[in-house]
């Protein structure tokens, strides 16, 4: 036996009075001690009752967890960049509307009020979980709920592919060799038209009927998904993942690099969607071969590809953020840099700990041993022999002192304690009961019920988050209205099909936030007050503001439809050839140049593929060929829709430079506890609030719609949206730019304030100096 054996042998006797023979313990113990290395195998410990200088950094889910990548996978900048591409994915679902928005109103039959309900839907189910979840997740283990809300995320918006594949939806027969059911199509656009015959008219009454009904289920499905998103937006791609990296960062002022990690994915998303999308809007719904293309207003596009892509995408790349460790430096360090950043950005106090240097030393790193509440034998360091409990047993000094499993002693599972009878001449192992955590969890539970409205209080009385709420509501209630309908404006307004528009916004798009994100993240990392923050918000929206008015210069104009009514239209007299009263809309580009609200207006009466011969009404035509073609015929304002894209460009350069300042800005201001429940406050105001903008902009802009076929909209009044956006956005950013200002007065006003106190503070302790000084001088004279 060692001497260190022997004097932990010597001090259990002395404690229990045991006359047990040395040779005896010392067999006893070296037994124990193999039969333990062979039997036990490492296992994790758990998280709850790791000290606060003790960090776990194994992946894995549950049991399943490994050391084995180490700091290689278990770092921030590997988790920025998961959670971006996350986010990535999950965010280009929000593109599928404003892009695909066409067609869902043609196979919806929905106006554009309507059609607002898409994106007020996602907004619903976001807020009315974004609350629960910035208060009481705060705790929780943040990259498991990411990445298990993003998997589920997935999934749920698979649901519209197999929708369409279950139920499909198809377009018209169309093709070159006018057979019997492509011809009876085409008719209705035809002058020489005319329903024949009771039957018809019933079964078509009937086939309509039917198709509302079941585009009405449709639709309704599609809400529910959309709802469905946004609930689990709220765990996966929202103030979480801030969270997460702003607590494992040492030094705050490098948050903005991970940020900026994270936002230079986001702000491809918004680009790369539309280019998608893009690329979708020319791909027939059904995916079968027609004649038709995109520029025809009865093409309907394969809008339910996008959510199979992009929810298939969104469930790969989150399942690896399932993985992470819960944190990935200690709660002692957690705390230090927390305390330290209070003091640091500007004016903060300490209520509890006044140490606020985090320490460089390596953090005690967690291997695969033994967990602690397994055995008691696992102390490694012995115990003084004050801290030695009354009755100590070898099993608690570290010498295990089990006996050989026999009949009348079988071996015991789980936790022991060596225990000593009351006369002292036997020694048996007694099973602990370890005491459940329920009971703590539940008063963890009613602690944060209990903060929730302390916590409203705190946030609602800094001044300065209340003026961000104000930013807030200015941006949210006519950016979220008119946001899902600019793409449709730039097609609209330079007639350009919706895949050019997508292609060209993409990229401008793609350069000017990248490159924005870029310019943030340096301009924020070299930034040290929160007042600093406002300055790099207020520049970037002067700018915006500069740049607004020239959307208003470079347009284009209304053009004149034949037969439309209203300020376009160009009456055309067709009683001498055919009725067009009971013919079917359909926009077409005549072969003089000149657009017709259908093939009927301009006389044609033999379809061709998706064209239309024999038009005898035409205007001007000079070639041998009178013919039209589905669709409205080209501007010739090119130049103006590349001026359009260049400052567009531009313009989300600008933008993004003002993202990364906002949200460092927020979690700066309020307490270290209360961030994750600032920042969902933020999104749940911002979404309250813009829930009925989709709709109340959807009215709006129905309201300048120029022709109308049912419920859906063929033709906007160029002029009146492009004065429209323009004005909105202008108004936006003065209002915000005065939000700003006062901002910077607080700031202003809190900085002087601070100074005076320090002032007062030296001058009292000059004072006391003086008086000092003067009692010595007087006590010397006596």
Not at 141 to 148: S, Y
Not at 455 to 471: E, N, T
Not at 573 to 584: M, R
Request: charge should be neutral.
């Amino acid at each position: 036996m060692s001497l260190e054996e022997q004097r932990k042998y010597d001090l259990v006797n002395k404690g229990n009075g045991e006359k047990g023979s040395v040779k005896g313990i010392q067999s006893v113990a070296l037994k124990s001690r193999q039969e333990k290395e062979i039997t036990e195998k490492p296992k994790f410990p758990d998280l709850e009752e790791l000290d606060e200088d003790e960090v776990d950094v194994s992946c894995g889910i549950w049991v399943f967890r490994t050391n084995l990548f180490g700091k290689y996978f278990s770092n921030l900048f590997v988790f920025a960049t998961l959670v971006g591409l996350a986010t990535l994915f999950t965010t280009m679902v929000d593109r599928i509307v404003p892009v695909q928005l066409k067609s869902l109103e043609k196979q919806f039959n929905i106006d554009n009020a309507k059609a607002g309900l898409l994106t007020s839907a996602s907004k619903f189910g976001l807020m009315s979980t974004i609350l629960i979840a910035g208060h009481f997740t705060k705790k929780s283990n943040i990259p498991m709920i990411i990445g298990l809300s993003g998997v589920l995320q997935g999934f749920i918006l698979m649901v519209p592919a197999i929708l369409q594949l279950v139920d499909p939806y198809e377009l018209e027969l169309i093709d070159s060799t006018n057979n019997t059911n492509s011809t009876s199509n085409s008719n209705k656009y035809l002058c020489n038209h005319t329903l024949s015959g009771p039957d018809t008219s019933k079964n078509n009454d009937t086939g309509t009927k039917e198709a509302k009904v079941t585009n009405q289920l449709a639709f309704i499905i599609v809400l529910v998904v959309q709802v469905l998103k946004g609930i689990t937006d709220t765990f996966h791609s929202f103030f979480l993942p801030n969270v997460y990296m702003d607590d494992n960062v040492i030094e705050k002022s490098k948050m903005s690099i991970y940020m900026g990690i994270r936002q230079l994915f986001s702000s491809l998303a918004q680009p790369l969607g539309t280019e998608i999308n893009g690329v979708l809007t020319e791909i027939p719904i059904d995916l079968k071969e027609t004649e038709m293309d995109a520029t025809d207003s009865r093409f309907v596009a394969a809008w339910w590809l996008a959510f199979l892509i992009f929810g298939a995408g969104t469930a790969l790349t989150s399942f690896p953020l399932m993985l992470f460790p819960k944190r990935l430096i200690s709660k002692k360090k957690q705390k230090q840099a927390l305390d330290k950043a209070v003091i640091t950005f500007a004016g903060g106090h300490l209520t509890e700990e006044k140490n606020t240097e985090v320490s460089n030393e390596p953090e005690k790193k967690i291997v695969p041993v033994p967990s602690r509440h397994h055995s008691l034998a696992n102390l490694k360091e012995p115990r003084n022999s004050l801290d030695l409990p009354r009755k100590a047993s070898l099993a608690s000094i570290g010498i295990s002192g089990s006996r050989r499993p026999s009949l009348l002693f079988p071996p015991l599972e789980g936790p022991t304690e060596r225990k000593v009878s009351i006369t002292g001449d036997i020694v048996f192992d007694q099973p602990i009961k370890l005491k459940t955590t329920a009971s703590g969890k539940q008063r963890a539970l009613v602690e944060l019920l209990k903060d929730f409205p302390k916590a409203l209080y705190r946030l609602f009385r800094l001044p300065i988050f209340i003026l961000i709420l104000a930013d807030v509501a200015i941006i949210s209630i006519p950016y979220n209205g008119i946001a899902m309908f600019r793409n449709t404006y730039m097609a609209n307004e330079y007639n350009i099909r919706m895949s050019e528009v997508s292609y060209a916004s993409g990229v401008s798009t793609a350069i000017g936030q990248i490159s924005g994100t870029l310019t943030s993240t340096w301009l924020a990392s070299r930034v040290r007050t929160k007042e600093g923050y406002v300055w790099i918000m207020m520049a970037s929206y002067v700018l915006q503001t500069c740049l607004n008015p020239f959307y208003i210069v470079f347009g284009c104009d209304n053009e004149s439809v034949y037969g439309a009514q209203g300020s376009i239209g160009v009456q055309v007299n067709t009683s001498s050839l055919c009725d067009c009263a009971s013919s079917k809309q359909l926009l077409s580009c005549g072969s003089d140049g000149n657009n017709y609200l259908s093939p009927c207006y301009a006389g044609c009466s033999t379809p061709q593929g998706k064209n239309f011969l024999e038009c005898n009404l035409l205007q001007n035509s000079t070639s041998g060929s009178k013919m039209v073609t589905p669709g409205l015929c080209p501007t010739d304002c090119q130049t103006n829709f590349m001026v359009y894209v260049v400052l567009h460009g531009v313009q989300s350069l600008v933008e993004g430079a003002s993202s990364i300042p906002r949200n460092l800005l927020t979690l700066r201001l309020v307490d270290a506890r209360d961030r994750a429940f600032a920042m969902s406050f933020l999104m749940f105001f911002y979404n309250i609030i813009s829930i009925p903008s989709p709709n109340l902009f959807g009215s709006i802009i129905d309201g300048s719609c120029l022709i109308w076929d049912g419920e859906f909209c063929t033709l906007y009044d160029r002029e009146k949206i492009r004065y429209l956006l323009a004005g909105v956005d202008i108004g936006i950013n003065v209002a915000i730019m005065i939000t700003l200002s006062l901002n910077i007065l607080l700031f202003r006003l809190e900085n002087r304030k601070r100074l005076k106190l320090e002032q007062s503070g030296q001058l009292q302790e000059q004072e006391g100096v003086n008086i000092e000084i003067v009692i010595t001088k007087e006590t010397e004279k006596l």
